[in-house]
């Protein structure tokens, strides 16, 4: 004879079980679908117009020539042929034309020859006039035109020469020396230059490159920000699944509620086949135990 026994299903209250059938069509729909990671990858900004124009200088710097950049990033794809002098080396050029020996010529004032033709003709004028004295004495002491007359003149031409010489001598030598001067300076000037202008290339360099790097900096917490917002617009109805989930799983984990049915059942002894049975559905889950 079958034993007689009687089973209790308990069973949420029916607006429980419709949510819990809702719940369980909306994940298995979101579980369906796929995401597109794609449109919130890291994505990093290209370089900028800034930055491309401190790296143009630094090349242009080197002696190198146009850079070519990447249309998509802005890295540097490629170095053109450049001239191969770096920026100060012009300086250094002109500052080695300006010493050597032959430096000072280019300094030599163009006035220089007229300053000492007029000085050396007014020293003649200024010599002959010491000659008439000499004459006069001679024919005071009866010896013009005589031997000594002779040696006395011939005495102070020979002295008067070396006089005008050695003036002469004085008038190049000064003009060598502010020649050489001014070529000493030329060629100290050209190399304070040749320091000078690497400098100014660098500061200007490091100017356009803080901007770039502030600019870089922006453009990437725009691509970041846009990111994030794609990645919370993809999860927003995960995250709504998941409230619902947690609102639904509270009520649920506190019943028997105040509705619920109960039916009763001859059933034969419960065999291994049934218990599995009947643990397959508790572990399928509510679609199976109460749904279609």
């Not at 290209?46 to 146009?66: D, K, M, P």
């Not at 250094?92 to 006035?111: E, R």
Request: glycine share 10%.
């Amino acid at each position: 004879m079958a034993d007689t026994t009687t089973t209790t299903i308990a069973r949420p209250a029916p607006y429980l079980e419709a949510a819990g059938q809702n719940l369980l069509d909306i994940t298995t729909g979101l579980a369906g679908k796929p995401i597109d990671t794609s449109l919130f990858a890291p994505k990093i900004a290209g370089q900028n117009v800034l930055t491309q124009a401190a790296q143009q200088q630094a090349a242009t710097q080197a002696g190198l020539g146009a850079l070519s950049f990447d249309p998509t990033t802005g890295a540097i794809q490629g170095i053109g042929q450049g001239t191969g002098i770096a920026g100060y080396q012009p300086y250094l050029q002109q500052a080695q034309a300006y010493s050597g020996p032959q430096a000072y010529q280019q300094f030599m004032s163009p006035y220089q020859q007229d300053v000492i033709n007029t000085t050396l003709a007014n020293y003649d004028i200024q010599a002959q006039k010491g000659i008439a004295p000499l004459q006069a004495q001679a024919v005071q002491q009866g010896a013009f035109g005589g031997a000594r007359q002779g040696i006395q003149q011939a005495e102070y031409q020979t002295q008067s020469d070396l006089n005008r010489a050695l003036l002469q001598a004085q008038l190049l030598n000064q003009g060598f020396g502010q020649a050489q001067q001014a070529a000493n300076t030329a060629f100290t000037q050209q190399q304070g230059l040749a320091s000078l202008q690497p400098s100014l290339a660098q500061s200007q360099i490091q100017q356009l490159g803080a901007a770039g790097t502030g600019n870089l900096a922006y453009q990437q917490s725009v691509l970041d920000a846009q990111k994030q917002a794609a990645q919370m617009a993809a999860f927003e109805p995960y995250q709504r699944a998941q409230f619902l989930q947690s609102s639904i799983g509270g009520l649920l984990s506190g019943y028997p509620q105040p509705a619920f049915g109960q039916t009763t059942q001859q059933a034969p002894s419960v065999s291994p086949l049934s218990q599995a049975l009947s643990s397959a559905a508790t572990v399928y889950g509510l679609g199976s135990l109460f749904g279609k």
